[in-house]
């Protein structure tokens, strides 16, 4: 049996990278008692995977940790033992059973919608959405492993719009062949709206979804 | 007062290096309401969050003071200096991890001195905090109280410093925060406050204290100018270790601290007498915990830490009277949950072959062997009781056990060292590596590696030592280069030493008097800071420091002292005797040993104090 989690990541803890979020809920499984699988061998660890990992600094309001179990437990005895050896500011929010053939989340990952919220007003911002929009290519310089490459991400947008003055959302293809982080679509807003200085903002990862925009949590 | 704006903030941490080291909010880090807090106190670490977050003290005060219903504590550790800059930039005041309160906001910021070398990190931090660095500067805001092992001579910070704090904390730091509270409730004034912790046994406040001169430099007189101030300030002392407050519960940091586990503090102090370590004179008697207590912090702490290593903590672990007992019952228990027992600092010559069978069981880490000296006419200068043939025995035991990791720790300068020391330590270094491979292939672990590590001497306050001066730095670099030569020579040895030019101004501090606190200043207004990191000692600026104030850092780290001159620490009473100093100098410079305590009273000053030295 494995356990969806379901929790939050925001606040302080944005900036808690992912190696460190990883041991932090390794540590948390092990104060809760939880019968969580160990892997074999020499040094045994747990097998903890992740939907996928959010880069320092960005909020998930729905984050996806599959813990794989040696035990059966019932669901709601495993929220009460994870949330209580949780540290507050890293709450669990729900969880879901599967049984061990359920795939992995990472590889039924398809798209995430993302807030981006900003301290002052974007107006200017703003108005370059439906420009940005409305072109056939979007080519953004990306940093790969091996350098910088250009590459078009408008296919990778599947939704772009102003919630208010200082608010934008958006739905961003990630899956192993195209992902667009919204640091990348931001790029690319700047450079349509003719924008030079950079205003601060926050990123936020809403929801995370799988084929034909059913959140992945339910897959 | 510079205020916390969350937006500047937010975006200060977005540009800093390992932002998590700022944000606090940790599983078990306290979150009581500021507002409603008695007595606030923000302890502060003057080093970065990943060494401050290993330090067993900390964790102990913080539980203290927290464990009182109308006091808070929380932290704050150096920042970075790109976030130092940041929070400059952005006008933003150095805060509490907790509570994001300004640190000015607090009632009392406690410093730990640890090392000389953070102190100008002490200044960093009160400036980054909007507080002035000198204490005559500040007319209300906290209260500014500094411990820790480097408190024991605390005239370079004299000036920044309101009230020190010597010797074990425990009950010293309560009593210290209640006077506080209670000056607080009655409308004191700060002048009244400080007064009425003088009078407090372990406290110093050094504004209640004036220094003198001689015209050669050495300190002609130094005594209180305050009533309430006593002329000899004694050391606290914590005599029932067993019953002593410890916590059930350590804050787990999101980032890695360098020790990032569960720490049980199996015993304070260590009679074994090594002539330059100051730990061992500053901490005596021995004192321990039993099996019983620690088996139940272990218990308490794995619960609420999840950590996978168990450490034990003392100066010299393999001498707690029920080690093979504790280790044997920590292994036994927490073997099905994966966690692992380590043993650090172990002295060689007490290595329980048994205990060692029993570690590697879970999983082996190197052997860390400490013989100081190269030759037994060194090691009996300095009082280190270990012979070759005990290191030889424990090296051997650990190879026939699976280990293959050595590492040597030796220290150059030492008094009366000559070639043949040096020499020794090659000797020493060869002598292992044979010893591993005399043990069949069969048995030994496959990639033996041998490290030796050579610190320079620095002589300490309170240590038979406190007289001696360093070794010159052209001095030093030639010795490191001779030993290089030396182990160039012996297959298989990796050698590393330390920088000499932290030695060199760790030992200006160890012994400084207040007109170092002169220095300090200019040194850290010039831009010094983070000195213990590499990247960061501006040695230069520290020469151009010393210049600046006329002094000369010879005069303190170089210089010779004799029987009659006073020292700026003589008025702390840390429990050793200065008369059982010299006397243990002059044996040191005849080569003479001591035995552990253990087996017998040496008079060295601690059966003074009420129910501590039982014999
Ligand atoms: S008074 Fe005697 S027994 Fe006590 S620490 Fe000193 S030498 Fe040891």
Redesign the interface.
Known sequence: MKMLVIFEKSKRIRHVGHLDLMRTMQRALRRSGLPVAFSNGFNPHMLLNFAAPLSVGTSGRREIMEVPLSKEISEADFKSALSAALPSDLPCIAVRAVDDKHPAPMSMLRAAAYSIEFYENARPLIDAIPRLLARDTIMVMRKTKSGEKLCDIRPMIYDLCAVDDTHISCTLSICESATCKPELLMDALYAEAGLAERSYCLYTRMQMYGENMVPLELL | MKELST?RL??L??SVLK??R??????N?V?KPFDQAELTFAFCFPDSYEVGMSHLGIKILYDIINKQPWALCERAFMPWPDMADGLRRENLPLFSLESRQPLSRFDIIGFTLQYEMCYTNILEMLDLADIPVYSADRKDGPIIMAGGPCAYNPEPLAPFIDVFQIGDGEDMMVEAISCVRDCKAAGKSRLETLRALAGIEGIYVPAFYEASYNEDGTLASFAPTDPCAPSVVRRCVVTDLDHASYPSAFI?P???AIHDRIVLEIMRGCTRGCRFCQAGMLYRPVRERSVETLLRQAEELE??????EISLSSLSSGDYTHLTELVTALIERYKD??VSVSLPSMRLDSIVKQSLEETQKIRKSGLTLAPEAGTQRLRDVINKGVTEDDLIRAVKDAFETGWSTVKLYFMIGLPTETEEDLAGIGVLARDVINTYFSVPKSVRAKGLRVTCSASTFVPKAFTPFQWQGQDEYDTIIKKQKDLADILHQVKGVNFNWHEPELSMLEACFARGDRRMADVLYQAWKTGCRMDAWSEYLRFDLWLDAFKACGLDPAFYANRMRGEKELLPWDFIDAGVTKAYLWCEWQRALKGETTPDCRNGCQGCGMQRFEGVCSK
């Open positions: 937006e937010d975006r941490l977005d932002p998590s700022y944000i606090g909010g940790e599983m880090a979150s787990v999101y980032t890695e619960n609420a830490t999840g950590y996978e949950k994966k």
